[in-house]
């Protein structure tokens, strides 16, 4: 079993709809919890932190956290084009490394 | 302007041949990271580490080296022993300032092919 699993997609959303990405993770020790975006041919970028169960807005992005339910899911409101990307979920470990899943392809159309 | 800057960003290897790809940052960070991708794939660990002088192996450590003679700088040798080094590879940084775990940052990559 991968420690952090996500839908590879690819996921495709029309422009201003809500795009919900989903992860979720083995290890219940884990603390931390990020959502990366990754364009095509680059390197990732952080778009959000969580560390709390419940919910983390900024701008946009959404990121929802339920330990309980070892879950973590990421909104991302009115999409653009501009969304289009692979979105990385990571975890944090004991050993304060991050487990990455293996992203999700996410495609807004115009 | 702080950052991790990795050179080059694109590289070739010969059969045979050592290359090292070269991370530096300059935002102080305690720890420092290298990543694997291959097309289609999340991040691999390679190596890491979090004070200078030490380093531990990631998961797919076989093939390649790491130092970390500076807190600034951590560049990794794909030595000829990894047999299959076509990737993109990912330098991180982070610190440990602070209570929260804090997120790995990442500098823009090299790309590595065999010739």
């Known amino acids: 079993q991968k420690e952090v699993e996500q839908n590879s997609g690819p996921l495709s959303v029309p422009e201003g709809a809500i795009a919900s990405l989903n992860c979720t993770y083995s290890d219940r020790g884990s603390q931390s919890f990020f959502w990366y975006r990754q364009y095509s041919g680059k390197s990732p970028e952080l778009i959000m932190s969580i560390y709390s169960n419940g919910d983390k807005e900024d701008g946009r992005f959404t990121a929802q956290l339920n330990k309980a339910s070892q879950y973590v899911s990421l909104l991302i409101r009115d999409s653009q084009p501009s969304d289009s990307a692979t979105y990385l979920c990571a975890a944090s470990t004991r050993a304060r490394q991050l487990t990455f899943g293996s992203g999700t392809q996410l495609t807004v159309l115009p | 302007d702080g950052g991790i800057t990795q050179s080059p960003k694109y590289l070739f290897r010969k059969e045979g041949q050592n290359v090292t790809l070269s991370c530096e940052q300059n935002l102080n960070h305690d720890a420092m990271y290298w990543y694997r991708q291959d097309p289609g794939q999340g991040l691999r660990l390679i190596y890491y580490?979090?004070?200078?002088?030490?380093?531990q192996k990631g998961d797919i450590a076989e093939g390649y080296s790491v130092s970390r003679e500076k807190k600034e700088s951590f560049p990794l040798t794909v030595t000829s022993a990894q047999k299959n080094p076509t990737a993109f590879y990912l330098c991180?940084?982070?610190?440990?300032?602070?209570?929260?775990?804090?997120?790995?940052?990442f500098g823009d990559g090299t790309r590595l092919s065999i010739l």
């Open positions: 991180a940084s982070r610190t440990f300032v602070g209570t929260s775990n804090q997120p790995q940052h």
């Open positions: 580490s979090q004070i200078v002088n030490d380093f």
